[in-house]
């Protein structure tokens, strides 16, 4: 039972365009959600993150939206660039439970074409 | 400031081995994590602490045990390695264990043939 979903697993943007990668949850207990970035042969990093409350949040050139009705939330990178080629994971987080467990998606590979 | 480091960062054991890894943060964080990373399935946890001293499931943890060491130490355990535990196993750690954002270390990859 996949509770966070990446249904794209690549996508292909040129440098310069908006990447938009999406990801869709089951669990409406989740009220905290991040998106993480891994390049090959590292650990995945901290991009941005939104809570439930909002429904949008930006950081320089990554933006993320929240739809909670359709259980829908997207990063926007703008203008993509070559650095940003790597695979992206969602992840999220139910605020009733003890503890920061995070459910991961199971990650979309962005590439980003010179 | 080196933030999660972890050790070995590839191993390769046979069937029944047993082996640990390790894993220490310098973030003066409260909670550790270790997850198991496989094609196609995402991160899966395998057990966390929330604070030093304790220690709790996660969602994959059998054939696992943790030693939470001190508050900078997290260890992974396998007993007796088995072929489904090939993976990339990554330590994780964060402020607390309220809600907030998980900082990664670079990964053990391990085969198990």
């Known amino acids: 039972d996949q509770q966070v979903k990446q249904n794209s697993p690549s996508l292909s943007v040129q440098e310069g365009r908006i990447s938009i990668l999406n990801c869709d949850y089951t669990?409406?207990?989740?009220?905290?959600f991040l998106w993480y970035k891994k390049y090959p042969a590292e650990g995945p990093t901290f991009l941005i993150s939104i809570s439930s409350i909002k429904d949008k949040n930006e950081d320089g050139r990554f933006t993320v939206f929240l739809n909670k009705s359709a259980k829908h939330l997207s990063l926007h990178i703008v203008p993509s660039q070559p650095g940003d080629s790597a695979v992206y994971f969602c992840?999220?987080?139910?605020?009733?439970?003890?503890?920061?467990?995070?459910?991961f998606g199971t990650g979309t590979l962005l590439a980003v074409q010179p | 400031n080196a933030g999660v480091t972890q050790t070995p960062k590839f191993q390769v054991l046979k069937t029944g081995q047993s082996m640990t890894l390790q894993c220490a943060q310098d973030m003066n964080h409260n909670s550790m994590y270790w997850y198991r990373q496989d094609p196609g399935m995402g991160l899966r946890l395998i057990y966390y602490?929330?604070?030093?001293?304790?220690?709790d499931k996660g969602e994959v943890p059998n054939g696992y045990n943790v030693s939470r060491l001190n508050k900078r130490e997290f260890s992974l355990r396998l007993e007796s390695a088995a072929p489904s535990q090939t993976s990339v196993y990554f330590c994780a750690s964060s402020v607390s264990s309220g809600i907030s954002e998980q900082y990664f270390g670079p990964g053990t990859r391990l085969t198990v043939t």
């Open positions: 992840a999220a987080s139910a605020k009733g439970g003890a503890t920061n467990k995070l459910i």
């Open positions: 669990n409406s207990m989740f009220d905290y």
């Open positions: 602490s929330a604070s030093e001293g304790t220690t």
